[in-house]
C-alpha cells in the first residue's frame, strides 16, 4: 500500500497547468459556501436526470471509475447502482479528504485516490464504465482522452458531461467573471470532439440549456414546472438542428471503445 502511494505520487508529475487547476480546486473545496453560478444549473436539470438515468443503467455489476471525481457527491449516488467496484480519482487533495470521510460517514464501499487524470496511476483495460461531470474542459483534451481510453476496458464506455464554448453570450459571461474559474479552462468546442471521434468511432451527442437557460428567473424548480418541460421541448426540437447547437450551454457525451 505504502509503495503504491509512493508510485502515484511519482506518476503524478503535474504540469503547470495541472497545478494551477489543483491550486484552484483546493481553495474552491476550502469555501464554506458554493459557485455563484450554481443559481444557473437548474437550467441544466435534464442533462443531469440523463446522465444519472445512463449511469444507473450501465453500472450494476461493473468495474466504475469516476473521472475528476471532487468531494464525491456523484460516486456516491453511483455507489448505490451497485457496481461491482467503484473508484474515484480527483488531482485535488482536500476533495479526496472530504470525499473519503463521507463515504465512511455514509459507509459505501468507494475507494478514492488523490491521482492526475491527465496520467494517472491505475492500471490499462481495468475499468467497464467511465464518466466525469464538468472534468475534462479542465485537462488537457488529447491527454486525458487517450488516458481514458487507456483505461477502459474494449466494448467499455465513457460518459461525460461537458460545457459548450460556442454560445458568444455564455462567452461574454465568462469573460466578465474571470473569478468564478480556472485559468485553463477551455469550454468544449468543435475540434475537441473532432479528437474525440478520433479515439472513439462510436460517440452520442446530446445538447442542453437555451431556452432553459434564457428563461431561468421565470421558473424555480424545474421537476415542478410546467414552463420548464416547455422550454425542454423546444430545447430538443432545436438542437435536432445542427445550427442551433451553438447555442446550447452544455452536452451529454456517450462513446463506446470498440
Known sequence: MLLMKIIRKIKMNLTEINLREKKFHDKLQSKSHGRKENIFYKALSSMFKDFEKYLEEHTENKIVLDYGCGVGSITQKVALFKPLKITGIDISKISIEKAKHKAKELNLNITYY??????????????????????????????????????????????????????????????????????????????????????????????????????????????????????DKIDKTLFKVKFFRIFAWAVLIVCNKS
Do not use: Q, W
Not at 421565470?218 to 416547455?230: E, H, I, M
Open 114 to 231: 488523490e491521482d492526475n487524470c491527465e496520467n494517472c496511476s491505475l492500471k490499462s483495460n481495468e475499468f467497464d464504465v467511465i464518466y466525469g461531470s464538468g472534468i475534462l474542459h479542465h485537462l488537457n483534451i488529447e491527454k486525458s482522452v487517450t488516458e481514458i481510453n487507456r483505461l477502459l476496458k474494449n466494448k467499455g464506455k465513457m460518459i461525460f458531461m461537458e460545457p459548450l464554448g460556442t454560445n458568444p453570450l455564455i462567452n461574454f459571461y465568462r469573460k466578465l467573471t474571470p473569478n468564478s474559474r480556472s485559468d485553463d479552462e477551455h469550454p468544449f468546442i468543435k475540434k475537441d470532439f473532432d479528437f474525440l471521434k478520433e479515439e472513439f468511432a462510436d460517440m452520442n451527442i446530446k445538447y442542453y440549456g437555451f431556452l432553459t437557460l434564457i428563461f431561468f428567473l421565470f421558473y424555480k424548480d424545474p421537476n415542478n414546472s410546467v414552463l420548464f418541460n416547455f422550454l
